[in-house]
């Protein structure tokens, strides 16, 4: 049997006149050789994480951002750990306001293992790349990163050809983003973390509500996801709220259809953090400042003070 070592036709120039006869970018095979071999080193050296794309709900055309983000999926990827000696940055900080983690780490993707695991499964906000903004789920560590920045030309162009996302990730900060990914120790952070403001109902209502429904508003069509609910109190306490509630108006749930009147409501008073002060706050100042006086620097032009 005779054996033919014809290289690829990409891999030889067809313009004989030139000097330089190799294709030095390399031939498809080769691009798809180190591409194999940059999956394969993944897959050994890497870590199981969690893609979670971000979906934009109110987009700020002005400053770029979106205030209400929700992520609503996780995708399983295997990716490498830049840095295998721990969390990057300047870690925990003392500073005048308490306690401050600053994590970072980079997070490095096959190109064609994202396109084939999240890229062809979900809908991104930029397609064929990952996306500043989304997050990475870390769950050895339980830690939710945020992509910062990706970086496209690192390892620069070998065999003229790109072979990974390095994604620069920092840890994330939570701002009462809806997080419903189905994981639930990533869904837990909404849940311990969101603001949770306390609605007293009126006694007479029909029904429990249940913990992660949707509740709405009769008058003000308001609606807010439930955290929790306390029949013998009347208690209901409510998170990922789209507005203020009226007093009184009735509370609807979506899946029991429990219905009650509202009685008492505080926007102020969150019962997610244990060292939340702002209701504090407000009751405090009330001691230090009159608000009852309509120019607390004096009246000026008084008809009835002599003293002006």
């Known amino acids: 049997m005779a054996y033919s070592n014809t290289p690829a036709q990409d891999y030889v120039q067809s313009d004989y006149t030139n000097s330089a006869r190799l294709n030095i970018n390399g031939s498809a095979q080769e691009q798809k050789f180190m591409e194999n071999l940059v999956v394969e080193s993944i897959e050994i050296y890497g870590q199981d994480i969690y893609y979670v794309p971000r979906t934009i709900v109110n987009r700020d055309n002005v400053f770029g951002e979106d205030s209400d983000g929700k992520f609503e999926s996780a995708k399983a990827i295997r990716a490498y750990v830049n840095n295998v000696e721990g969390w990057e940055g300047q870690g925990e900080l003392l500073t005048k306001f308490g306690i401050r983690i600053e994590d970072k780490t980079t997070f490095i993707f096959s190109r064609e293992k994202f396109k084939e695991k999240v890229d062809d499964s979900t809908v991104l906000n930029v397609e064929g790349r990952p996306n500043e903004g989304d997050l990475i789920w870390f769950p050895i560590t339980k830690h939710l990163f945020e992509i910062k920045f990706v970086e496209v030309e690192r390892p620069f162009y070998q065999l003229g050809k790109g072979y990974v996302w390095e994604c620069q990730c920092e840890l994330f900060e939570y701002s009462d983003e809806e997080i419903d990914t189905g994981l639930a120790d990533l869904d837990a952070i ?83 953090i244990e060292y939340d002060q702002n209701n504090d706050f407000e009751t405090a100042d009330n001691d230090i400042i009159d608000f009852s006086e309509a120019n607390p620097f004096g009246t000026v032009g008084s008809s009835t003070d002599v003293s002006i």
């Open 190 to 272: 909404e849940t311990n973390f969101a603001n949770a403001i306390t609605v007293g109902l009126v006694a007479g209502g029909s029904g429990d509500f249940t913990v992660g429904e949707t509740v709405t508003g009769g008058t003000s069509n308001v609606t807010a996801e439930v955290k929790s609910w306390d029949s013998a109190s009347r208690t209901l306490i409510v998170i990922n709220r789209s507005g203020t509630f009226s007093v009184p108006e009735t509370l609807t749930g979506g899946t029991s259809s429990a219905s009650w009147t509202t009685a008492t409501y505080n926007t102020i008073d969150n019962k997610n």
